[in-house]
């Protein structure tokens, strides 16, 4: 049984998150509270398995209560906001935070079977996969490896894949790069398709490199940090573009592991992988491909992770060639592309 407490100011919008868990099997509320203050003294009395926090309330915001429920008594926290586009900055401070992801509230009404109450269930269906260590299919066990070659055919390219703390991990290692980069970078973050145009417009304001949505068909580009930007994965093609793919079916959408493996597969020489914080294994066989094709690969060490998830699962996995905390990490790939012959 699944332990979901509901925090949110509007009593029409709470009744209709409770009715969406209570008629789903195997999901069972445990409290609803109205504001962020009596969200945080609830979780100290009885910690439930996932929230679903508002952003905005009075007292106590979301992301304020997300600061202090991580701190004191962590759990899983889906924020659940009315607007994504007004809400964006406040939904990115709460994943630095450790919230997990984000969607908008479903609509008011009888209605509960709408889409915005079916993508809600698919949130908590994932999270609950998650959060529960579920055995999670391999998506890379038969991935061919490439053919090193001897010269450069392309400007370098650094991935990068984060999750829980994930848009505060990426804007401080992003502010840290130069306009000048002489190399392309490719981010999935877990984050839902709605929130991934102001994810994009947040990061811009951050660093002097150009951020927006990597595109169907578009190419890798010097200077420019391209972010996945729907439900489903984000790989690089045979012909070296980006495209976006339905399967493997994962717990996470986007995955960092498909794109890391499209890149061991397609890209042609060894460049740079980078694992953030995160909850999960995602990326940590990806991770090992790429090291196995001669990528640099770093890991953010546990010290400065929101979760020290995903990196730890890399390490295990022998993926890490470097542990790292978040302040180094950019230093770090400046200096291993300075070092690239061209």
Not at 7 to 12: G, T
Not at 68 to 84: D, E, Y
Not at 110 to 134: M, N, V, W
Not at 205 to 219: K, M, R, S, Y
Request: with cysteine; proline share 7%.
């Amino acid at each position: 049984m699944l332990k979901i407490a509901i925090v949110n100011d509007s009593p029409m919008a709470l009744e209709v998150l409770r009715r969406l868990v209570s008629q789903t099997p195997h999901y069972q509320v445990s409290w609803t509270a109205q504001d962020g203050a009596e969200a945080v003294a609830r979780c100290a009395a009885d910690l439930p398995d996932l929230i679903l926090m508002d952003v905005v309330m009075p007292i106590m915001d979301g992301v304020e209560a997300t600061r202090r429920i991580m701190a004191s008594t962590p759990c899983a926290i889906l924020m659940v906001t009315a607007s994504v586009n007004r809400y964006a900055a406040e939904v990115f401070t709460a994943m630095g935070y450790g919230a997990l992801d984000a969607i908008n509230t479903p609509a008011i009404g009888l209605q509960f079977a709408s889409e915005g109450g079916k993508g809600l269930l698919k949130k908590i269906s994932a999270i609950a996969t998650l959060i529960g260590k579920a055995p999670r299919r391999s998506l890379l066990r038969d991935t061919p490896r490439p053919a090193l070659v001897s010269r450069r055919s392309r400007s370098p390219l650094i991935a990068i894949g984060s999750s829980t703390g994930g848009p505060q991990a990426l804007a401080k290692i992003l502010s840290a790069l130069p306009a000048t980069l002489d190399a392309s970078i490719v981010v999935v973050q877990h984050v839902d398709e709605q929130f991934a145009p102001g994810l994009a417009h947040w990061l811009n304001d951050q660093t002097p490199l150009t951020v927006d949505i990597a595109q169907e068909g578009q190419a890798p580009s010097p200077g420019h940090v391209s972010i996945a930007g729907t439900n489903d994965h984000l790989c690089l093609s045979p012909s070296g573009k980006f495209t976006y793919c339905a399967e493997p079916q994962t717990t996470y959408r986007p995955s960092v592991d498909a794109l890391f493996a499209s890149l061991a597969q397609h890209w042609p020489q060894p460049d740079i992988a980078v694992i953030l914080t995160g909850m999960g294994q995602d990326g940590a066989q990806g991770l090992k491909l790429l090291r196995d094709a001669g990528w640099r690969t770093i890991a953010q060490d546990r010290k400065t992770s929101v979760v020290y998830g995903m990196p730890r699962a890399a390490f295990e996995l022998g993926a890490v060639e470097s542990v790292l905390p978040l302040e180094a990490i950019a230093p770090a790939c400046l200096d291993h592309l300075s070092k690239i012959p061209y």
